[in-house]
């Protein structure tokens, strides 16, 4: 009888001390397989480190482990927390995710019986909180299927904009149809399982860049998955056989609506660039990308979106410029050295 791989479950979280230990860590204590660990990687304000700390140690019944974050920023406690890993599995959920009680047994047991991929991850069933109106968000969806930008029928993937597609709670809330198991490109970052040799094996990192605009790093998630895969040549697995729930707050991740263009912008080149910029028409797509995205936020009235989304793509131009002339100074530090030798 083959033993079941080990799973450990790492949480990122800041200044939510009631969503993570209600939501998440309650979920977990229901599981019917439990996890090997879980570590709570916090990256709070003082005040909230300690009351976090206090409900974690309360939890007798579940190995949970309290880490107070060395640095801030949702790839970065990701990265850290890597670093401490010992089980076959890693599991990083959301504070705000509920879990279904097998929904760890789920994860393991795909993982398990499809020795070749790299992750797995639940569906994921969502609670919007949305003040866009219906007939914007219509809108919205009618123009990003047109254009080939979003299309929630399809399993998810990455196109050639960089957008990322088929995403189950998207405009619509729920879920579009079942489909047991399939094979996806890339996977949401609030429930996503992976193999830790297959990450360790391809060296790969969450990108801090992302974080340029503030701690949450949008869009790291899927630029992760969808690397690994490639480095792995392996497959990631997308189940509806137990669904999650995401349940958010109405605080937002952006301290304003200017962060929120920015961040938008500045990431989404980073994953357009990272993994698009080679594909036949990938340019005009970003930009039609772009484009829909600002008009979309002006009749919302939201023109600061805008400003941001200028600042964002300024700071890829001059963070670009950056990597690329580090890039040129050490190929020439490495011509030097081969002519001195």
């Avoid at 304000?45 to 949702?74: F, I, W």
């Avoid at 904009?161 to 729920?174: D, E, F, R, Y």
């Avoid at 600061?304 to 964002?312: K, L």
């Amino acid at each position: 009888m083959v033993t079941p791989s080990t799973v450990e479950v790492v949480i990122c979280t800041r200044n939510r001390p009631q969503t993570v230990t209600k939501i998440a860590l309650g979920c977990l204590r229901l599981q019917s397989v439990r996890p090997t660990r879980v570590l709570v990687w916090d990256a709070s304000d003082p005040a909230e480190c300690e009351l976090v700390e206090s409900m974690t140690r309360q939890m007798h019944d579940l190995n949970v482990e309290y880490v107070r974050a060395p640095r801030k920023g949702s790839a970065s406690q990701r990265n850290d927390a890597i670093a401490c890993l010992t089980s076959d599995i890693v599991l990083f959920i959301d504070d705000d995710i509920a879990l279904p009680r097998d929904g760890l047994e789920v994860l393991r047991d795909l993982l398990d019986s499809h020795p070749s991929a790299s992750g797995a991850q639940l569906a994921i069933a969502a609670r919007r909180v949305s003040s866009v109106p219906p007939w914007l968000r219509r809108a919205y969806t009618l123009y990003a299927t047109a254009m080939g930008l979003e299309h929630p029928a399809r399993n998810q993937r990455i196109t050639r904009s960089g957008a990322q597609t088929g995403i189950p709670c998207a405009w619509p809330t729920g879920l579009h149809g079942h489909r047991g198991v399939c094979s996806v490109e890339w996977l949401q970052g609030g429930c996503m399982a992976y193999r830790l040799k297959h990450i360790r094996a391809a060296g790969l990192r969450f990108d801090e860049r992302l974080q340029t605009f503030g701690g949450y790093a949008l869009a790291e998630d899927s630029m992760f998955s969808a690397s690994l895969v490639r480095r792995c040549q392996s497959e990631l697995l997308w189940t509806d056989q137990s669904i999650a729930v995401h349940l958010p707050d109405r605080t937002s991740r952006f301290a304003n609506e200017s962060m929120a263009g920015a961040v938008y912008a500045f990431n989404g080149l980073c994953v357009w660039h990272e993994m698009c910029r080679t594909l036949k028409g990938g340019k005009m797509a970003l930009f039609r990308r772009f484009v829909g995205y600002a008009l979309f936020s002006l009749l919302r009235g939201s023109p600061r979106t805008v400003t941001g989304m200028i600042r964002g793509t300024l700071e890829y131009r001059r963070q670009s410029y950056m990597w690329h002339a580090g890039a040129s100074d050490n190929d020439s530090t490495c011509s030097q050295h081969e002519d001195l030798t």
